[in-house]
């Protein structure tokens, strides 16, 4: 999957040779993030940020190819166990959405996507200490993105957008009341709610 990823972002650079309607950006916003089924079902939405570049590619007047490149930090809040107080997980990545973009005005543009994301670190923070857990959570993850944009003028614009992950997070052993391990499997999914700003840089 990873050098699928490679040889698809191979191949929108290419586009860069082919289409000269072709804007870059950067741009930052607000994560608001879930990770589903880790440890517990009460998981609570935690905030995070997002940041990096973004590229549009216009074949039409109506259709574009937006790729990005972002660093972007998801989670979740999780709930006092027996063991543990409550704490706060963060899960760190490199994320490259590659999401189609259909105009329905000169304002407003649909999203619609794939998201690749590549795990940097992942952090548990409870009992007033931090934790690293990356060598729990699995290395890469896939989303679907829908969103939407909106210009407000001269390049810069505001977005919002859900991201929905499929991939199970981290790996799990089961045990019953006594402590004894009853088995193995893998559980949870990002769930991520991002809001932000853009500036594309516009050819004149």
Do not use: W
């Not at 079902?41 to 590619?57: P, Q």
């Not at 005005?105 to 649909?110: A, G, K, P, R």
């Not at 200490?129 to 959570?137: C, I, K, P, Q, T």
């Amino acid at each position: 999957m990873k050098k699928t990823v490679l040889y698809l972002l191979f191949f929108l650079f290419s586009l860069t040779k082919i289409y000269s309607q072709i804007n870059f950006g950067i741009k930052t916003g607000l994560n608001i993030s879930n990770a589903k089924s880790i440890n517990s079902d009460n998981n609570k939405a935690r905030l995070g940020f997002n940041g990096g570049v973004l590229s549009e590619i216009e074949f039409s007047k109506k259709f574009i190819l937006r790729p990005e490149l972002l660093y972007s930090v998801k989670g979740c809040k999780f709930p006092a166990t027996a063991v543990n107080t409550a704490g706060t997980l963060s899960l760190n990545y490199f994320s490259v959405p590659i999401l189609g973009g259909y105009h329905l005005n000169n304002d407003f543009t649909i999203l619609l996507g794939p998201e690749f994301n590549f795990l940097t670190k992942a952090n548990s923070k409870f009992d007033n200490s931090d934790h690293d857990v990356s060598s729990n959570f699995r290395k890469f993850d896939v989303a679907i993105d829908l969103g939407a944009t909106y210009n407000l003028k001269s390049g810069l614009g505001v977005e919002l957008r859900y991201s929905y992950g499929f991939k199970d997070l981290v790996d799990v052993i089961y045990t019953d009341q006594m402590g004894n391990v009853t088995g193995q499997g893998k559980e949870g999914s990002n769930r991520v709610l991002q809001i932000g700003l853009f500036y594309k840089f516009l050819k004149k």
